[in-house]
C-alpha cells in the first residue's frame, strides 16, 4: 500500500495501522548516534521528575523504546499502543524479566485504567495523528484523568516550520514539488499532523495543563546526520552538551523536528 492509498482511509484509527505498516518506528530512535538525540533529550527531562519506583503509562507506546527503558530502572510501566506492526515489534523486545503491562488500544479511551492512577503519562505518538481539535482535547483531558494530581505529563508533536527543511534535505525538488501550501508554508497534515510551537502552548493550555518546560527534542540531529554520526565518542558526548544547552532556549524552540513539553497535571 502507497501514502496514496492510505489518505483514502476514512477511519483515523485504520490510516494509523497502515501508517506504521511502512514505516520503521522500531530502530526510528536508535539506528545512529543522531537519530539518538531525541531519545536521549527525553529521558533527561523524564528522569529530571519522575523517580524509581514510580508508576508510569506510556500511551502510544512505539515498539517500546521508552517502555523498556524505565522497565528495566526499576519504573512500574503500562504501555498502551494502537497498531499492530508496533505491538509485534515490542513484543519481540520483551524478556521474561521484564514486567510491563502491555495492552493494545487508543489514546483516546483509557477508561481500562483509574483515575489518578500513574506518576507520568507519555503522550509520544497521539498528537502526531489526531487532526480535530475535539479528539486533541479528548487525548489530553484522557491523559490528566489518569495522572495523578501534581503529575507530570509529557507530550511529544512533530514541528511544523522545520519538516521543510528536513524534507528539502532529502529532497532537491521539495521547495516546488513538496506537501506544504505554497503561499503560506502551511504543510499538509499527512502523514502526520505538525504544530508550530504557539499551536501546542495553545492546546495545553486550553486543556489545562501547567507547562514547565519546552524543548528541541532533537535540534538539527536529523538534518545534520551524517556530520554527527561522523563523530568520535568524545565529540558526540559535547555535541550532545552543546544540544542540551540551546535545546530550551527560545530562539531555537522551531529548529527541531520534535518538541517536547513537558507539563504538570494541575488537577
Known amino acids: 500500500m502507497e ?21 520503521d518506528e522500531n530502530s526510528r530512535l536508535n539506528h545512529s548516534n543522531a537519530a539518538r538525540v531525541e531519545f536521549l533529550t527525553t529521558v533527561r527531562y523524564i528522569e529530571r521528575y519522575v523517580k524509581p519506583g514510580a508508576r508510569i503509562l506510556d500511551v ?22 494502537l497498531t499492530d506492526s508496533n505491538i509485534k ?53 484522557q491523559a490528566k484523568r489518569v495522572c495523578k494530581p501534581g503529575g507530570k505529563i ?38 502526520f499532523v505538525f504544530h508550530t510551537a504557539d499551536e501546542c502552548r495553545k492546546m495545553l493550555r486550553e486543556g489545562g495543563v501547567r507547562i514547565l518546560h519546552e524543548v528541541a527534542a532533537d535540534g538539527v540531529s536529523e538534518l545534520m546526520e551524517q556530520q554527527i ?15 542540551f544547552y540551546i535545546c530550551e532556549k527560545p530562539e531555537f524552540l522551531g529548529m527541531t523536528n520534535h518538541l517536547l513539553f513537558v507539563g504538570e497535571n494541575e488537577e
Open 3 to 23: 501514502f496514496s492509498d492510505i489518505r483514502k482511509i476514512e477511519s483515523e484509527a485504520e490510516q494509523v495501522q497502515k501508517i506504521y505498516e511502512l514505516f
Open 60 to 81: 502510544g507506546a512505539g515498539a517500546g523504546e521508552y517502555s523498556l527503558y524505565f522497565a528495566r530502572k526499576g519504573y512500574e510501566v503500562c504501555a498502551l499502543e
Open 89 to 141: 515489534a515490542f513484543r519481540q523486545k520483551l524478556t521474561p524479566e521484564d514486567h510491563i503491562e502491555l495492552e493494545q488500544g487508543n489514546a483516546l479511551d483509557l477508561s481500562r485504567y483509574e483515575d489518578g492512577s500513574f506518576d507520568a503519562v507519555l503522550l509520544f505518538g497521539p498528537l502526531y495523528h489526531l487532526h480535530s481539535e475535539e479528539d486533541k482535547q479528548r487525548c489530553i483531558a
Open 154 to 191: 509529557f507530550f511529544a508533536f512533530i514541528s511544523h516550520d522545520f519538516v521543510i527543511l528536513t524534507e528539502f534535505s532529502y529532497r532537491p525538488d521539495y521547495f516546488m514539488n513538496g506537501d506544504y501550501d505554497k503561499e503560506s508554508f502551511r504543510l499538509h497534515d499527512f502523514p
Open 229 to 243: 554520526n561522523a563523530l568520535d565518542d568524545e565529540s558526540y558526548r559535547q555535541y550532545l552538551r552543546y544540544h
